[in-house]
């Protein structure tokens, strides 16, 4: 791209879906555009800023190279004119904007597996009113996107904000995976109706479902023979990894056996499938094992089982973990306003670039120095990866 096609008050590609939300400010108050503004907190956050001051310094640092992509005719905004935008511009006008650049960039995978998960932001935790923001995210595995996320005042009102996360996001013929407390048989049909399948862990609060799943596979032991396990219709697959001085196994079981289940529980006629894991994990001596249940609306096969399972708890290391590790949320101490929602969607904008990078075999954290460090790196991150086209 030459120097004059840069010059256009955009800072990359991706700028394009974000450059049509409407200021918030009163006219005089317009003193510097709302698209730089916007622009250097996601450059600023891309370089580590947890705060409005941190994307003041970084503005003030890199004001030469910015220069060369925006106009900056009033020069670097000072750190309270971030917080006062961000603090009052509409959080669903981001989210508008990132999702339609998720949908430009996604790449259509069979059976996506979407995982549906909180986290408290706990830096933004706010003394007035006893509460932290708290966000349920919809992450797709194989693209290792955020689809959607919906704000929460605490964990425990997950369950009245998933149905309103499934119903912003696409769903048909991916797998949605939720933990115990979204394993509701309402949220099981909604998904259904969206032709999509279902994969529930299952924990006490389901009450007699996780009991009558517990007791079917109580008996059930990989090391005897199949022939020895008469009662029961099964799949199984196993799994072995070594990592970091880490060993882990785990022994899938899946069932289809589960007529029995639909009289014993009349609200779950989606349910097709009915299955378990069995993982140890060895780590410096220490041996920790474990075995979960589950219900899913899939056909009973071990190998997409086992899949959809581990996909599940990949939106822990592959999300909530790095946005803690690498963009330092839960240090991060803004808290007034829509303050908080907007920056959530911020980092995950930063998150999102910073995984462009298919060939480097960086950490992202890595990744993000390495962007902070050289603007060459960063600009081959902004307009030559496949995602800026």
Sequence with gaps: MEEGEKRNGKICPVM???SDIPDPRS?????????E???ITILAVMSFAKGWEDIERYGKAKHRWLSKYLELKNGIPKHDVYRRVFTVLNPAL??????NWVLAIKQNTPRENIVIDGKTVKGSFNAATGKALHIVSAWASAN???FGQVKTDDKSNEIMAIPALLDKISLEGSIVSIDAMGCQHEIADKIVRKKAYYLFSLKGNQGNLHEDVTEYFADFDFAKPASAIKYISFQSTSTHEEKRGRIEDRDYAVSDDVQWLHQRHPKWKTIQSIGFVDSRREEKDKVVCERRHFVSSLPANAEEFAKAVRG???I???LHYVLDVAFGEDSCRIRSDKGPENMTFIRKIALTIARLDTETKSSVAGRIKQMAWSEEYLEQMLFAS???E
Excluded: Q
């Design 16 to 18: 394009d879906f974000f």
């Design 312 to 314: 599940h708890w990949g």
């Design 316 to 318: 822990e290391n592959s």
């Design 144 to 146: 290792r996107l955020v």
């Design 27 to 35: 006219t005089i108050n317009r003193k510097y555009p709302l698209n």
């Design 94 to 99: 981001i989210e508008s904007c990132f999702m």
């Design 386 to 388: 496949p995602f800026a």
């Design 37 to 39: 503004i916007v622009a």
